[in-house]
T-cell receptor, first 114, second 113 residues
Framework: AQSVTQPDIHITVSEGASLELRCNYS??????LFWYVQSPGQGLQLLLK??????LVQGIKGFEAEFKRSQSSFNLRKPSVHWSDAAEYFC????????????FGIGTKLQVIP | DAGVIQSPRHEVTEMGQEVTLRCKPI?????LFWYRQTMMRGLELLIY????????DSGMPEDRFSAKMPNASFSTLKIQPSEPRDSAVYFC???????????FGPGTRLLVL
């Protein structure tokens, strides 16, 4: 079965600084990979996803993520963080083909300070 | 275009009472998921349906929980009897085919006293 590890539970960055959120997955074949964002009191919203092809994926709100098969990683990045990016971020892994079961990580809570 | 609709948004009940959460998926989606989110356990998949059929209910905590999807546009998650440890935010999500992208509803915040 697939699994996801987000090693950082909580991250604090200054507004305007760069951001990298880590995600490692475990899956025997090529996975589907996702990053979702959850603002307080809201449901999860898809930021970006990787299914195949170019390993650098662009998403909404200026986010990008890079799939590195050799490292089993799918880290999320943003060159300059805005205060509105403060939220909780979830990495998720799904299986290609078959039923649509997706496993979510525990989440990383991002705090942005002025 | 309407997203996933959940009702109620908030529910406060007493231990032992029956609780019913409702979900209307996005029209045209053929998969529906129920999740529970707590501080301690994060986001847990409870059950998911494909074409109205339950495919995987291994995440359902115990017999007190049940879920149904009588048609493509409606699903319920029922807890009977409810217990304080069921307090959580319950999300419904839907998706289409092999896209694997799930669209989440706003959630139902449940508090069992």
């Amino acid at each position: 079965a697939q699994s996801v590890t987000q090693p950082d539970i909580h991250i604090t960055v200054s507004e305007g600084a760069s951001l990298e959120l880590r995600c490692n997955y475990s899956y025997g074949a090529t996975p589907y990979l996702f990053w979702y964002v959850q603002s307080p009191g809201q449901g999860l919203q898809l930021l970006l996803k990787y299914f195949s092809g170019d390993t650098l994926v662009q998403g909404i709100k200026g986010f990008e993520a890079e799939f590195k098969r050799s490292q089993s990683s799918f880290n999320l990045r943003k060159p300059s963080v805005h205060w509105s990016d403060a939220a909780e971020y979830f990495c998720a892994v799904g299986a290609q083909g078959g039923y649509q079961k997706v496993t979510f990580g525990i989440g990383t809570k991002l705090q942005v300070i002025p | 275009d309407a997203g996933v609709i959940q009702s109620p948004r908030h529910e406060v009940t007493e231990m032992g009472q029956e609780v019913t959460l409702r979900c209307k998926p996005i029209s045209g989606h053929n998969s529906l998921f129920w999740y529970r989110q707590t501080m301690m356990r994060g986001l847990e998949l409870l059950i998911y349906f494909n074409n109205n059929v339950p495919i995987d209910d291994s995440g359902m905590p115990e017999d007190r929980f049940s879920a149904k999807m009588p048609n493509a546009s409606f699903s319920t998650l029922k807890i009977q009897p409810s217990e304080p440890r069921d307090s959580a935010v319950y999300f419904c999500a839907s998706s289409w085919g092999g896209q694997e992208t799930q669209y989440f509803g706003p959630g139902t915040r449940l508090l069992v006293l």
